[in-house]
């Protein structure tokens, strides 16, 4: 039958890749045979394991090497990537490599060149700088192509010949997250895993950049506040979200409503016309032309956006179909939206992802494996879409977003109430 032979190379047990491979090969109905393996002794010692996969059928095995592939299994193999020209700008070649999010390499020239922003569901483009070809010792570069920045003459990488990704590593320094391991629950010890959440935050602010994703739910919920002072006090340094969040954040501490109902906790009831308060905000939000020109003349003077403004913090509203206005910050052009957002990604260390689903999402496409990844919302559901998609490094607490914002800023605010928590002290990463 024909075969492949593959190779998984790292952490492969405790991150579950193996049992993630061999389950893949059953279900295609494909046989295997492991021909070589080396198990790490160790914590810090990788594992090295060669695998035949063969199959009766080519299509199966063709497809299996695409899917064995972006679970870390490389082709063995000494071959330089292919490379195919562009021909019409926007369209890729139709064989092009899709990649993953996980460390990449492409050789080229007989070298492996790294990858320098891993961004999943884009293709590769090879450059040589100074060049307009392919050149004897030229110094070739790889970056990750969305398919609508493709234009004509670039080359891209087609096909799995010559590239090969790093297998997914599970950080051990603590075992909290350990009970988030499993499918995502309302059955989780959120206090002690909320007081992780604040540690990781707290370890990526020296070097990189936290990231808010929120929905709308973040302001009707009452936990705007929480995010606002989040950001005020230095915790969040980069905001995405859409129309309805910065418009329901600016009604709620301009008009005191959200949708229209009284946030005040004096009133039950919606407010007698509030059900047009946020258009109300919008057009004023338009008639001075930015949100930062509001918050200068005084019409914005608290909230998430208002935050984002006074520390200088980026932040990128992207539009829908369904937005009223919009405010004039937001992208109506989602691939600009996503443009703007790739700008900011590369520097991110965690990513907060904040009752939020279609944005969520979106900026986990761009997010590199390595990037800590909380997904946080009351909907089950919700909470496990990025894994679904790719995102594997995402981890999902199932709790209501407010509450969860108040106790990340307590924990936060007071590093010793955390401290009562299992020590964290890191640890090396497993087998």
Known sequence: MPSETFELVGHVIDSLTLPKVLDLVVAAGADYKITEMEIGRTNVDPSKLKIEVSSDDIGTLANLCDLLHAQGANRIGDQDALLEQVVSDGVLPRAFYSTTNLETEVRVMGTWVRLKYPEMDCAIRVTFPGTGGIPEGADPKVEALPMHKARTG????????????????????????????????????????????A????????????????GPAVIHTGAGPYVAKLIRDGWVHALFAGNGFATHDIESNVLGTSLGVSLSGTE???????????????????????????????YVRSGVM?????????FVLGGSVRDDGPLPDVYTDTVKAQDAMREIVPEVKV?????????????????AANVETFCVDINQAVVTKLADRGSHQALGIVTDVGLFAAELLSFLDDPAKSSTSPTSTPVAKGA
């Not at 540690?199 to 929120?214: F, M, N, S, Y």
């Not at 208002?306 to 980026?314: L, M, R, S, W, Y």
């Not at 904040?354 to 997010?367: K, P």
């Open 268 to 298: 039950d009831s919606a407010v007698l016309g509030g059900h047009s308060n946020h258009l109300r905000v919008i057009n004023v939000i338009r008639r001075h032309g930015s949100i930062a020109r509001a918050v200068e003349a005084g």
């Open 154 to 197: 670039d080359w891209v990488v087609t096909g799995d010949s010559g590239v090969r990704v790093a297998t997914p590593e599970r950080d051990r320094r603590s075992s909290a997250f350990e009970f988030m391991a499993s499918d995502a629950s309302s059955e989780k010890p959120k206090s002690l895993i909320i007081s992780r959440v």
């Open 306 to 314: 208002f935050e984002c403004v006074q520390a200088g913090i980026p």
């Open 199 to 214: 540690q990781r935050v707290r370890e990526a602010t020296p070097e990189g950049k936290v990231l808010a994703v929120c």
């Open 351 to 367: 990513a907060l992802m904040l009752a939020s689903t279609l944005h969520a999402i979106a900026t986990g496409n761009m997010l």
